[in-house]
């Protein structure tokens, strides 16, 4: 079983930086695509950047673009999201993902029953 488990939320200033950070167990991860998605309150959860299994492609949703950079550690099971330039727009709860390939990730609905519980990021303007 599959299991994903994200750190590194929390409260930060506007135009500040954080790094999330997921931990997947099984020998899943390394044959998988891993990515990133947040909820705000009241909005839809929605995609926001992924990595291929071998860190070659990236994809990321428009409104990160140049601010947030996916990355993953293959010898160490993790897959990481830096987020810098942070805006109040940014606040949501972020939650790691894995499937096949990114486009499963990006797909509507992601097609993927592999999820995190997900980490709180703050961004106070």
């Known amino acids: 079983q599959v299991q994903l488990v994200e750190s590194g939320g929390g409260l930060v200033q506007a135009g500040g930086s954080l790094r999330l950070s997921c931990t997947a167990s099984?020998?899943?991860?390394?044959?998988?695509?891993m990515g990133w998605f947040r909820q705000a309150p009241g909005k839809e959860r929605e995609f926001v950047a992924a990595?291929?299994?071998?860190?070659?492609?990236?994809d990321y949703v428009d409104s990160v673009k140049g601010r947030f950079t996916i990355s993953r550690d293959n010898a160490r099971n993790t897959v990481y999201l830096q987020m810098n330039s942070l805006k109040a727009e940014d606040t949501a709860v972020y939650y790691c993902?894995?499937?096949?390939?990114?486009?499963?990730?990006?797909?509507?609905?992601?097609?993927?029953?592999?999820w995190g519980q997900g980490t709180q990021v703050t961004v106070s303007s």
């Open positions: 993902a894995a499937a096949g390939w990114i486009a499963y990730l990006t797909s509507t609905p992601p097609r993927t029953n592999y």
């Open positions: 099984g020998s899943i991860f390394s044959s998988n695509a």
């Open positions: 990595v291929s299994r071998y860190g070659r492609s990236t």
